[in-house]
């Protein structure tokens, strides 16, 4: 997805990095739709940046858990398809495990209280060959935003879809961290970017 998805899903999430120093585990290499050429696993990610920048931005933030709740849709046309993708918040990693911990504090994200993020996709419309639009509405932190997304599908069989994309979206739009307009020494930027690779089996 260009996306999303995304939110989405992407798109969901606002999960940016601290400035200190699926039930199951994403599926491995191979494991996507096949029936045509599979380039990548599927992964959920986000990536974020200090301010001001540092040379080693963005920071990447994986989610090792996510699953894909339902999906309906025609292969053969995937137009009025609708999916919805829930993330395990506990699961991301971002390779410092401080970090890790400022993300899932209540300073941020706050696991404690909202354990999973999902991300609803509806009112599919093709763009272009294998590019389409639709809706992503993420439920993080008990807020709900709808983000207009767009996605590729770069694998497909009768029944399943592998999706790839990628959304920017802000992550005060779900209450994370700090605002920098009334807290001046915040070291995170608002500006937050998903990338999924996605595989979608009608169920």
């Known amino acids: ?21 699926t039930d199951t585990p994403a599926p491995a290499a191979g494991s996507a739709a096949t029936g045509s050429a599979v ?38 046309n995937l137009e009025g398809g609708t999916a919805t993708i829930e993330l395990d918040l506990a699961s991301l990693k971002s390779g410092d495990t401080d970090r890790d911990d400022d993300l899932k504090s209540p300073a ?9 993020a999902t991300i609803e996709i509806a009112n599919v419309k093709k763009k272009q060959d294998k590019t389409f639009t639709a809706d992503a509405t993420v439920k993080l932190r008990g807020a ?26 802000s992550r005060l739009d779900f209450a994370v ?13 608002t500006e937050l970017t998903i990338q999924m690779v996605v595989t979608l089996k009608k169920s």
């Open 144 to 169: 709900t935003k709808t983000y207009p997304v767009t996605f590729d599908v770069i694998a497909q069989t009768a029944d399943a879809i592998q999706i790839k994309g990628e959304h920017t979206f």
């Open 39 to 76: 380039t990548e696993a599927d992964h959920i990610v986000v990536l974020a940046k200090h301010r001001p920048a540092k040379p080693t931005d963005p920071v990447t933030v994986r989610f090792e858990r996510f699953k894909v709740v339902k999906a309906s849709f025609d292969a053969a």
């Open 177 to 189: 961290g700090a605002d920098p307009a009334t807290e001046p020494q915040t070291k995170v930027d």
């Open 108 to 116: 941020y994200i706050d696991i404690g209280q909202f354990a999973t």
């Open 1 to 21: 997805m260009k996306l999303l998805i995304l939110f989405v899903l992407s798109t969901v999430l606002g999960f940016a990095p601290a400035c200190k120093k």
